[in-house]
């Protein structure tokens, strides 16, 4: 079995023990140790770090086995240890984030499905490799969420849509509803610390830079510690002010931006003019929406929404009540509009492309073996075929009917001969099925077209 050392800067990390494949040993050995620099590798006494999942200033995140559950379940350990160019308040600051991040997962990670449990939070005190003096780390152990963050998921597959951007809204309105409810602001909300799991879920990661908020008359204010991320963050945060619920849905409304324009906020903000300007880069959207996002956008705090409830309420707002008593009418009610034909799906589509195709060629063999003149064969074939690409439409045949029709076609020209005009039967038969063939063939490539051009226009 592979195990990953997390010391900074091991020159060789892997490690590979044949020994502990075998399950009751993995589970009862107390220790293992980095055959380059003697880091201790099984964290916490449980958990075995197996790939790197990412790294910055403050430390590590790896990709970890729980060997004490029946699975060996995976989690995420992230570890904290900050470069050596941080002055001592700065080292401070960053701990108590770290800390923080523990405390807020375990207050509301096991509450809320849309935010990671916390497992384990832990020091570790090593000797330096070099002999020299010892050094402490910090773990913490939390679920892992088996996707893809949205940053990832916009440069995978494009722009979003209005409706997965309004999706993508109100799911984490709720989750911030919930935060801010609890008394913290998350204060780093961006597309990279959104992930959709692969059942479709999304979840708020990386509570790393959370504040909790001040509660009581005899506590004051406190300004932002400076823990954002350049061009998400509104104007109280970077100018080290007051952070509020208003602060995570101007991050919110500028994440959604990003993922409905595929521009990065820079490009969305006129500084100039000190406004946004990011219809000029979207795809129509609702008023109702572009309406929201204006105002989650202000740049005072007290203009914005105050609070995620009410985000999710200008989304869906209450019917008006409608108290007045009307008169019966004195004419009879006007027909109600026929309900939307629903669209064809790709599958259809092709479905009955290739069916088309398969009853021209019958069709048009029948014509000429029973019609002397190309004229009246043309007329024929084109207004039966009409016929037949309007009945589809209508949905007057669909479904079970289209081979069934397909099929007596096929056997009628089995049984009278005198309608192939002398080919065999094979042949025909192969004919139709070539054309019908070649129909799904052109309506695809057709199709992949039209949707090029759609995402491109």
Known sequence: ME???????CSHPKNSFSDIDDPKILKTIQQKYCTTCGMPLILGGRYLPV?????????????????YTPTMRFCVVKQFQPSGHL???????AQGLFEREAVVLEQLGQKHQQIPDLFAFFPLIVPSPSGGQETQFFYLVQEFIDGQDLEAELATKGQFSEAEVTEVMEEILKVLQYVHENGSIHRDIKPSNIMRDKGGILYLLDFGAVKQVAVGAGNAPKGSTGIFTQGFAPPEQMQGQKVYPATDLYALAVTCL???TGKPPDQL?????????WKAYAPQVSDRLAAIFDRLLLPTPSERFTSAAEVLQAFNPPPTPNTAIQPPPLTPSPRPPLAPRPRFSSVELLKNAGFTGFEAVLLI???KSLIPSPGIIVAVACITIGGLIFVQYRRILEGKDLPIIAGLSLFLMFLVPIIRGGLAFPIVAMMAILAGSGAIAVTALFRLIYQLLSRLL
């Open 269 to 277: 903000f006129d500084s100039y003019h000190n406004t946004w300007n």
């Open 365 to 367: 063999i029948a014509l």
């Open 87 to 93: 002055t001592q308040a700065a080292l401070d600051i």
């Open 3 to 9: 195990i990953l050392c997390t010391r900074p800067g």
């Open 258 to 260: 990003n993922l409905l």
């Open 51 to 67: 790939r790197l999942l990412g790294q910055g200033g403050f430390g590590a995140a790896f990709l970890a086995r729980d060997r």
